[in-house]
């Protein structure tokens, strides 16, 4: 849909239909010191986890907009989704360690975890 805002002609695009967002969260690695200078393929990518009471995306800006995951969310009407970023040390077969973003989501009484890494520049969920 095209549009005009503030004088600007604008694009925008539907992600998903009938679902109002109750939480954004982007994963920023300038937000602390460790993760600053920390060199991540997914560093330049801009990534944003947007949940509604139904559903949970993970969607990348940049560099092309992409709905990268989505997760169904069950639970109480009363309650709203929680989101947060983290940033794990994980150790791999080879003894090699990486440290990759990782979202916390929950809702009512479960909690759901979500490991973004990267493999030969593309981005795995």
Do not use: N
């Not at 300038?30 to 997914?42: F, G, I, L, Q, R």
């Not at 009471?53 to 989704?81: E, F, M, N, Q, W």
């Not at 940033?87 to 479960?110: G, S």
């Amino acid at each position: 849909m095209v549009g005009w805002l503030a004088g600007w002609l604008v694009d925008s695009i539907c992600l998903c239909v009938c679902v109002q967002v109750c939480v954004i969260e982007p994963l920023c690695f300038s937000s602390s010191p460790v993760t600053a200078a920390m060199s991540h393929a997914a560093r330049d990518l801009l990534m944003l986890a947007m949940a509604s009471l139904s559903k949970l995306l993970i969607v990348t800006l940049r560099p092309d907009l992409r709905v990268t995951y989505i997760h169904a969310l069950c639970g109480d009407a009363h309650t709203l989704p929680l989101l947060a970023w983290h940033f794990v040390t994980v150790q791999l077969p080879d003894k090699h360690r990486t440290v990759d973003p990782v979202l916390a989501f929950a809702r009512d009484q479960t909690v759901y975890f979500v490991q973004v890494c990267t493999v030969l520049f593309s981005l795995l969920i």
